[in-house]
């Protein structure tokens, strides 16, 4: 059983920066793909990042891709998401998630496991 608890979230301006942080405890997550997605009320959740078990292989949504970095510290169990140049359309609540995959996974159901998420809000 892994336990993930997203952290970091909060308001800031377009154009401004933020990283948000997943922590995990029960097993290391060396073994696991780790993904971000994010949603809002009243729409799927949508993809935004993943990352391979090493952090060698990175997979972005277009809408993300030049703008967020996903990577992660297996020595300290922790995955990030550094967003950069944020627009009004990013804000949601960021949710990071595990699944234990030969390869990236961008479909929210082949993810075994979920944190609680933490809202992010981009003000124009």
């Known amino acids: 059983q892994v336990q993930l608890v997203e952290s970091g979230g909060g308001l800031v301006q377009a154009g401004g920066s933020l990283r948000v942080t997943c922590a995990a405890s029960?097993?290391?997550?060396?073994?696991?793909?780790m993904g971000w997605f994010r949603q809002v009320p009243g729409k799927d959740r949508e993809f935004v990042a993943a990352?391979?078990?090493?952090?060698?292989?990175?997979n972005y949504a277009d809408s993300v891709k030049g703008r967020f970095t996903i990577s992660r510290d297996n020595a300290k169990n922790t995955v990030y998401l550094q967003m950069n140049s944020l627009k009004p359309e990013d804000t949601a609540i960021y949710y990071c998630?595990?699944?234990?995959?030969?390869?990236?996974?961008?479909?929210?159901?082949?993810?075994?496991?979920w944190g609680q998420g933490t809202q992010v809000t981009v003000s124009s």
């Open positions: 998630a595990a699944v234990r995959n030969k390869y990236i996974a961008t479909r929210s159901y082949l993810y075994d496991y």
């Open positions: 029960g097993r290391t997550l060396s073994t696991y793909v």
């Open positions: 990352i391979t078990q090493s952090g060698a292989g990175t």
